[in-house]
């Protein structure tokens, strides 16, 4: 029955999609509440500065995890084709490639965010006020980094076998710990941002041991061995498929930390206003991020099988779902943006601030949801080279300059800002669709040959 269920070839394609993205955005929202409880806990019982910092903090420490879960993705699409090729002896090797080389990554990012702390907060023009617990935010942060990394290699790996609930329980497990830990060191014992890092770190650990335990105690659809953990040619295979989507990812949150610094120059409550909006985009964002990684699993499989047009249905089913969902979730944010900004903070410069943000941002809930569908579609196809150009576009070409641009206004307010990021995932959408006619053209001449 498990192997039937994770078997993406066969069988109804919406409820078969629905099936496995119902558990990875169960993580997600878990994962984003994750993140949202720092922020609310701080806002709560720490201070205006801390909430600050947490802001600027978190979004240096994104700058890693998500370049690191974007090479990850590698290892996803590589066992998808391997059990779509009826291979599954090869992810053996896959994995023990994957542990070495991010263990390995894990080290040279502890060392680099350690070392170079209070320079980024520097460069991220972090308010005087929130400049020193900034830097301790990145430097908590980058001591468990092993441990973030850890739990993004775990989540790749199973959803590469097709198993999306696995990774669900291990992201609950870490949200958890996380609630308690900041209860625990921001409200009883009033550590402010240095107890929400180290309740972040320790949540990790934790959830990384246990899902290490379950999976020892549950074990592998395939032969997995101590002998595997090596540097193997696995690790080239992986990399050719991550590294473009990786790249991608690292400039994009580079384009986010600039868009941060301009932000942080208009002041502490500009500064505050947008990292509680960014964690309510986490929010937003859920839908399209869960619809990218099941669709990349989804294609992975059915291109091993040599089944695309069962790949195109099932990116046309995607973008369906996600752009009906993303019209409420438009609606929502920008009619009720203040509302959603009052559950982290009660000062109301910092709430006002964070609804004007969201009302230009609102429009990409729709646009976001078509956008990662055809991502989805690419990664799972192997062409991440394109979808590394297509982010660099639309991050480099529109919302960054535009964001800058309006920036500098004499009348500049977070809504203009905010309009970059639709206004860049609309470029986005006209490049996927463009190379989507490119793509399919070439795929029809090598079956004619």
Do not use: W
């Amino acid at each position: 029955m498990e192997k039937q269920m994770n078997d993406f070839t066969t069988g109804n394609i919406p409820v078969k999609l629905a099936r496995f993205m119902l558990p990875i955005l169960g993580a997600l929202i878990l994962q984003a509440m994750y993140g949202a409880v720092d922020l609310v806990v701080v806002g709560r019982f720490g201070t205006t500065a801390g909430l600050s910092a947490v802001s600027t903090g978190s979004n240096i420490v994104n700058l890693v995890v998500f370049t690191v879960s974007s090479l990850a993705m590698g290892v996803t699409v590589l066992m998808g084709r391997y059990i779509g090729e009826q291979r599954p002896e090869r992810c053996g090797k896959v994995i023990g490639g994957a542990i070495c080389f991010f263990a390995a990554l894990s080290v040279v990012i502890a060392i680099l965010m350690l070392a170079f702390a209070r320079p980024l907060a520097i460069l991220m023009q972090a308010p005087e006020e929130a400049l020193q617990l900034t830097i301790l935010y990145v430097r908590i942060c980058g001591g468990g980094i092993l441990f973030i990394i850890s739990y993004n290699l775990i989540s790749s790996i199973f959803r590469g076998l097709g198993d999306s609930r696995m990774p669900l329980i291990f992201v609950a497990i870490a949200c958890v710990v996380n609630i308690f830990g900041d209860l625990l060191f921001v409200a009883i014992f009033h550590m402010n941002v240095v107890g929400a890092a180290l309740a972040t770190v320790m949540a990790q650990a934790v959830s990384v041991i246990l899902s290490l335990v379950i999976i020892s105690k549950r074990g592998l659809p395939f032969t997995f061995s101590v002998k595997d953990i090596s540097f193997n040619g696995e690790i080239g295979r992986f990399i050719r498929v991550g590294f473009p989507i990786a790249l991608q990812e690292f400039l994009t949150q580079i384009s986010f930390l600039a868009l941060c610094a301009f932000i942080n120059r208009m002041g502490l409550h500009a500064s505050s206003g947008y990292g509680v909006a960014s964690k309510i985009v986490s929010f937003v964002m859920l839908i399209p991020s869960s619809l990218m990684q099941s669709m990349a699993s989804f294609v992975a499989q059915n291109v091993g099988a040599r089944k695309e047009k069962r790949a195109r249905q099932a990116l046309v089913t995607g973008m369906g779902i996600g752009a009906f969902i993303g019209v409420f979730v438009m609606l929502l944010v920008y009619f009720q943006g203040g509302l959603l900004a009052g559950i982290f903070t009660q000062d109301a410069e910092v709430v006002a601030q964070a609804a004007d943000y969201l009302r230009g941002f609102s429009m990409e809930a729709i646009l976001t949801s078509i956008l990662f569908s055809l991502i989805g579609y690419y990664n799972g196809h192997s062409q991440t080279m394109f979808v590394m150009v297509q982010g660099l576009g639309q991050t480099f070409l529109v919302r960054l300059p535009m964001s800058y641009i309006m920036s500098i206004q004499p009348d500049a307010n977070l809504t203009m800002i905010g309009r970059a990021a639709p206004t860049a995932s609309a470029f986005g959408i006209l490049l996927g669709v463009i190379y989507f006619i490119i793509f399919s053209n070439r795929m029809k001449k090598k079956q004619l040959m």
